[in-house]
């Protein structure tokens, strides 16, 4: 099976950094899109940040400019680093990866999730 661990959540003042990182471990051949999502109490889950296998990043309007996705491919880690933080950003953050689990067949799978809260 394929598990997906995130780490580096915490609490932090506004205007302040924090670098999620999300580690995939199990039987992966390849890993094709990854991505970082969050949800904060009330709301829908939000798509933050993609990156394709080849580095392709997009980003949601709320965060470009601020938070930078990145992937390290042999180890099968994708990060978020999130600057210049604000209120507006606590939630949990889940990171989601297509995982190919056979020729030509990718399924997804998520994180746990990790707590980010931004104090004013």
């Known amino acids: 099976q394929v598990q997906l661990v995130e780490s580096g959540g915490g609490l932090v003042q506004a205007g302040g950094s924090l670098r999620l990182s999300c580690a995939a471990s199990?039987?992966?051949?390849?890993?094709?899109?990854m991505r970082w999502y969050r949800q904060a109490p009330g709301k829908q889950r939000e798509l933050v940040a993609a990156i394709t296998r080849d580095g392709t990043a997009n980003y949601a309007e709320s965060v470009k400019g601020r938070f930078t996705i990145s992937r390290d491919n042999p180890n099968n880690t994708v990060d978020l680093q999130m600057n210049s933080l604000k209120p507006e950003d606590t939630a949990v953050y889940c990171c989601?990866?297509?995982?190919?689990?056979?020729?030509?067949?990718?399924?997804?799978?998520w994180g746990q999730g990790t707590q980010v809260t931004v104090s004013s």
């Open positions: 199990g039987s992966i051949s390849s890993i094709n899109n």
């Open positions: 989601y990866a297509d995982v190919q689990i056979g020729f030509g067949a990718y399924r997804g799978f």
